[in-house]
């Protein structure tokens, strides 16, 4: 029968701990870039459905998604996060 001591994952063959967690943070980066973008295209689509300024709604969702991507290749969150913020007070500003 075999032992069914303490697992020990350090000492453990095959033990690739290592990539699990850079796949997890990858796919946290991912979801944190991916759920702001989404969130800055519905302010972009409020503020044409409030204000009929489209000139405004399209850049936000133009930068919104360039700052997205750039964001998920460099692996920066904050810069999608001040977009929110930008995309936000033109909202306000428009409406």
Same mark, same amino acid.
């Given at each position: 029968m075999a032992d069914h001591g303490t697992v020990e994952y350090g000492t453990a063959t095959g033990n690739d701990l290592a990539a699990h967690e850079a796949t997890y943070e990858g796919f946290i980066h991912l979801a944190y870039v991916g759920t702001l973008v989404v969130i800055n295209?519905? @302010?972009?689509?409020? @503020?044409?459905?409030?204000?009929?300024?489209?000139?405004?709604?399209?850049?936000?969702?133009?930068?919104? @998604? @360039?700052?997205?991507?750039?964001?998920?290749?460099?692996?920066a969150r904050n810069p999608i996060l001040i977009m929110t913020v930008i995309s936000l007070l033109a909202l306000a500003v428009t409406a």
């Open positions: 295209i519905v @302010i972009g689509l409020a @503020i044409v459905g409030t204000t009929d300024h489209w000139g405004v709604a399209i850049a936000v969702m133009i930068f919104a @998604i @360039i700052v997205g991507a750039r964001g998920l290749v460099s692996g």
